[in-house]
């Protein structure tokens, strides 16, 4: 009996660990807003579509769009580069929130690839897959977006619509306008878990870069 109660006492901390883990009820807490917690949100000076939302907003609001489509993860190659759209994987959240701003992520990308192989590490061009490596968005955002500190803490210039690269390019997501009581922001990314919206950063990810994308090439 002791030990089906322990058997049963563990079971019950692994499944508590675990819907902590993930963000899952009850666990998850309530999600705060920026103004709730006096955080200002800043407004990009670009609305490239002319929707009349700025770019910082669009592009989190194209993240959390593909985040509720809950895309199942597969990133198989794809003839023609774009997979259909139940299909994922964390880089085609970022190119689904860019394209809610009007941008075209994959010709941008796969044009400066043309014109300069050389800094993205790359022989022979692939436009069906090099939008949808991290490390190629990585050296795009580094070369055309406005880099943000990437320390700890410091949450207010954390902005919906940035643009956060995890592990030295091994994920990438997005900045929420949701966050904690504590302030720290939820990140819209796929890594194939439950909450496509979550808080993320309390897992404490590496964060090796943080873009703020504004249009200028």
């Given at each position: 009996m002791v030990l089906i109660g322990g058997g049963v006492v563990a079971l019950g901390v692994l499944i508590g660990v675990g819907l902590w883990w993930f963000n899952l009820w009850p666990f998850r807490g309530k999600m705060y807003t920026m103004e709730e917690l006096g955080i200002s949100r800043v407004v990009a000076e670009t609305?490239?579509?002319?929707?009349?939302?700025?770019?910082?907003?669009?592009?989190?609001?194209?993240?959390?769009?593909?985040?509720?489509?809950?895309?199942?993860?597969?990133?198989?190659?794809?003839?023609?580069?774009?997979?259909?759209e139940d299909v994922g994987v964390c880089t085609d959240v970022i190119w689904r929130a860019l394209e809610e701003a009007g941008y075209d992520l994959k010709a941008m990308v796969d044009a400066d690839i043309a014109k300069d192989k050389e800094s993205y590490g790359i022989e022979?061009?692939?436009?069906?897959?090099?939008?949808?490596?991290?490390?190629?968005?990585?050296?795009?955002?580094?070369?055309?977006?406005?880099?943000?500190?990437?320390?700890?803490?410091?949450?207010?210039?954390?902005?919906?619509?940035?643009?956060?690269?995890?592990?030295?390019?091994?994920?990438?997501?997005?900045?929420?306008d949701r966050r904690t009581k504590e302030g720290r922001p939820y990140i819209i990314h796929n890594a194939g878990q439950p909450e496509r919206e979550e808080d993320y950063l309390k897992r404490k990810p590496k964060v090796t870069g943080r873009y703020r994308w504004d249009g200028v090439l």
């Open positions: 609305d490239f579509d002319g929707d009349g939302i700025d770019d910082y907003y669009d592009i989190m609001l194209g993240a959390r769009k593909d985040a509720e489509r809950h895309p199942r993860y597969d990133g198989s190659y794809v003839d023609g580069g774009y997979p259909a022979v061009a692939d436009p069906n897959i090099d939008f949808r490596r991290v490390k190629n968005l990585e050296t795009f955002f580094r070369k055309y977006a406005n880099a943000r500190s990437v320390k700890e803490g410091g949450y207010e210039d954390w902005q919906p619509g940035d643009i956060v690269v995890f592990d030295d390019g091994g994920h990438i997501g997005i900045v929420s």
